[in-house]
């Protein structure tokens, strides 16, 4: 089984920054890609970001190209999101996910394995 705690979560003003980070723990014993949705009120989750095992592909929804940036950790078992430039429409509970696989980002929420509890991130303009 394998754990993912996610952190960094909060309340912003419109323009601002925020760093959200996902540690996976357990038992991840094989390569795995990363990735965050996320789920605003009434509305379905949606991947914004995601990146392989190797670090080499990463994936950016156009609503949040040049904004946000994704990075994992020297271990592999982390992963961040560097948030700037946050404007009100990106509130929403922001869901970290793992899937078993050596290359390549899923796209679909129905591929990803495992979830985290998901972090509220609240932008106020």
């Known amino acids: 089984q394998v754990q993912l705690v996610e952190s960094g979560g909060g309340l912003v003003q419109a323009g601002g920054s925020l760093r959200l980070s996902c540690a996976a723990s357990?038992?991840?014993?094989?390569?795995?890609?990363m990735a965050w949705f996320r789920q605003a009120p009434g509305k379905e989750r949606d991947l914004i970001s995601g990146i392989s095992w190797s670090g080499s592909n990463t994936f950016y929804a156009d609503s949040v190209k040049g904004r946000f940036t994704i990075s994992r950790g020297n271990t592999k078992n982390t992963v961040y999101l560097q948030m700037n430039r946050l404007k009100p429409e990106d509130t929403a509970v922001y869901y970290c996910?793992?899937?078993?696989?050596?290359?390549?980002?899923?796209?679909?929420?129905?591929?990803?394995?495992?979830w985290g509890q998901g972090t509220q991130v609240t932008v106020s303009s």
């Open positions: 357990g038992r991840t014993f094989s390569s795995y890609a």
């Open positions: 996910a793992l899937v078993y696989r050596t290359m390549g980002v899923p796209r679909t929420e129905a591929e990803y394995d495992y």
